[in-house]
């Protein structure tokens, strides 16, 4: 990967920018504002959900932007409290009235269980999958899968469903990178995308993380995002101002050497949000 225009190739062939723009608390009351910003900064692939609450705003700054849709990437996510058949074509209709468009790029759902309680979760998935199955076949989504689904989770629709996930969302970054998860979607084709890939302040301040920052002449964040470029893992990086918005893009100008990845991988467990598809 040579700049944030480059792509990654899905199993059934659509491409997929290898970093985006995460819109989770991106703006607080000035979303517009903040995702314009990203937009103007060089980013087309933003990361949302129905839970987020950002799609009206992104779909305001698209239209804003004058830029055509086939520009940009979208994703968005069905929420724990709106899985099954029914209410996840219906959230997928009001994600597409708020982003103005009439399709989205990328479909995912949001967690694996509506509650770490709820015993018939597989069914719940296979059901809110073949929502996901559908928008697929009518053309209505370019790419569906899934975020903060576990290799058992993913079992569960690679033996059942008839399309099988084609991306897994989860958190990952330096302290916190859930090798079993990516090792699995590894072998199934699955590409794993990166959510909080910059992590907590602890991962900033990591001793390791701040030498390796030193060495190669870039921010902490920055590497932490070309060690999820390096793991092929593509990250949604956070930011509201525009210098620290083209920070993160400029994460292609140096390549982090096979030891320091190895070090990064082994490195304590620090920086977990504490969220657990299987536990409250």
């Keep these: 990967m040579k700049n944030i225009k480059d792509t990654f190739l899905l199993y059934n062939k659509v491409e997929i920018p290898c970093m985006g723009f995460g819109t ?59 899985m099954g058949y029914a209410k996840t074509r219906n959230v997928f209709e009001e994600s597409l009235r708020n982003l103005r468009t009439d399709y989205l790029d990328l479909f995912l759902i949001h967690w694996p269980l509506p509650s770490a309680d709820h015993k018939d979760w ?68 699955i590409k794993v995308q990166a959510w909080s890939p910059i992590g907590r302040g602890r991962v900033l301040e990591d001793e390791l993380i701040v030498e390796l920052a030193q060495k190669y002449g870039a921010s902490p964040a920055q590497i932490c995002l070309r060690f999820a470029l390096q793991s092929e893992v593509i990250p949604f990086p956070k930011a509201s101002s525009p210098e620290r918005m083209r920070e993160n893009m400029d994460v292609f100008g140096f390549e982090l050497s096979q030891e320091d990845m190895y070090r990064i991988l082994t490195m304590p467990p620090t920086g977990w949000s504490g969220y657990h598809p299987d536990r409250e």
């Excluded at 084609?166 to 330096?174: G, L, T």
């Design 122 to 189: 597989k069914n719940t998935d296979l059901d809110t999958w073949r929502a996901l199955e559908e928008l697929y076949e009518e053309g209505r989504v370019r790419a569906i899968g899934v975020s903060n689904f576990l290799p058992h989770h993913l079992d569960n629709l690679m033996q059942h469903a008839r399309i099988r996930p084609m991306v897994d969302q989860i958190e990952f970054h330096p302290g916190h990178t859930q090798e079993a998860t990516v090792a699995y979607c590894r072998e199934n084709q």
């Design 24 to 82: 989770y608390k991106a703006a607080d009351g000035r979303s517009a504002e903040i995702l314009s910003r990203a937009i103007e900064a060089g980013y087309r692939s933003f990361d949302m959900a129905s839970f987020y609450q950002t799609e009206a705003f992104m779909g305001e700054a698209y239209s804003n932007s004058g830029l055509a849709r086939e520009e940009f990437f979208f994703i968005s996510k069905v929420w724990k409290t709106e």
